[in-house]
């Protein structure tokens, strides 16, 4: 039997990007450098890393006209996911393009609202935290 491929967003999943634009007072070239985690991010990505039957990816869009953002996402990765996320960065304007199971994210856009599998849109009343996703997907 096939592994689930599972494909978790970023920015509002992962990261709590909000945030560090309201601290920053907006966007700028190292937005993506020091953002804190989302509340309950780093264990239940953590936890779905865990199950053998589960493919798990992070799947993000980067500014085109950042470029320093590419690597500061990369380096966030290494810092708060450590080995389990080792090389398993997607970074794509095109997130329909991708073939998967479940994408986790928390908008539509970048053609998150056009991914063939299931789309869990984090964020949402269904689905207001990592506890919710977790639950859903029976872990």
């Known amino acids: 039997m096939k592994n689930r491929v599972v494909y978790v967003d970023m920015d509002g999943v992962l990261v709590d990007l909000q945030t560090e634009i309201e601290k920053c007072g907006g966007w700028h070239q190292d937005i993506f450098k020091n953002p804190e985690p989302i ?5 239940a990505f953590k936890e779905l890393c865990l199950k053998d039957e589960l ?29 389990c996320a080792h ?12 073939r998967g ?5 928390d908008r ?3 053609g ?21 996703v977790l639950k859903h997907l029976q872990i």
């Open 87 to 98: 090389k398993r960065l997607i970074l794509s304007n095109h997130k329909n393009l991708l």
């Open 55 to 83: 493919d798990v990816y992070i799947l993000s869009t980067a500014p085109w006209n950042m470029p320093r953002s590419w690597s500061h996402k990369r380096l966030w990765v290494s810092k708060h996911l450590g080995s």
């Open 39 to 43: 509340e309950g991010a780093i264990e």
């Open 108 to 110: 539509t856009a970048n």
């Open 112 to 132: 998150a609202g056009e991914f063939d599998g299931e789309l869990i849109q984090f964020g949402t009343d269904k689905f207001p935290s990592w506890k919710a």
């Open 101 to 105: 199971d479940i994408l986790i994210d």
